[in-house]
């Protein structure tokens, strides 16, 4: 079982920068993948970036590439997401997930088992 804890969230102008953090519990976390996903007012939650068990591969949506960087520290149990170059449309309530299957070589952009209970994120125009 792995519980997950996401930090970070705010309020931020168009153009700023925010960190997002997922702290995770569970003995497990290190050997499964994670991704963090959000969901915006009236639309379905959607993939943003995803990164495997050891971190040797990541994935982003086009929407986020380039200004979001995703990475994790498996000793201190932890998914970060840098995010740069903030717009109006990254808006959404931020979920962090974690894989229920260990050692997955690639980064799925669906499946997860574990899900965080979400950070705001708000960025003005």
């Known amino acids: 079982q792995i519980q997950l804890v996401e930090s970070g969230g705010g309020l931020v102008q168009a153009g700023g920068s925010l960190k997002l953090s997922c702290t995770a519990s569970g003995a497990t976390f290190g050997s499964v993948g994670s991704a963090w996903f959000r969901q915006a007012p009236g639309k379905d939650r959607e993939f943003v970036a995803g990164i495997t068990w050891q971190g040797s591969s990541t994935d982003y949506s086009s929407s986020v590439w380039g200004r979001f960087t995703i990475s994790r520290d498996n000793a201190k149990n932890t998914v970060d997401l840098q995010m740069l170059n903030l717009k109006p449309e990254d808006t959404a309530v931020y979920y962090c997930?974690?894989?229920?299957?260990?050692?997955?070589?690639?980064?799925?952009?669906?499946?997860?088992?574990?899900w965080g209970q979400g950070t705001q994120v708000t960025v003005s125009s």
């Open positions: 997930a974690a894989d229920g299957r260990a050692y997955r070589a690639v980064v799925m952009r669906e499946g997860y088992k574990y």
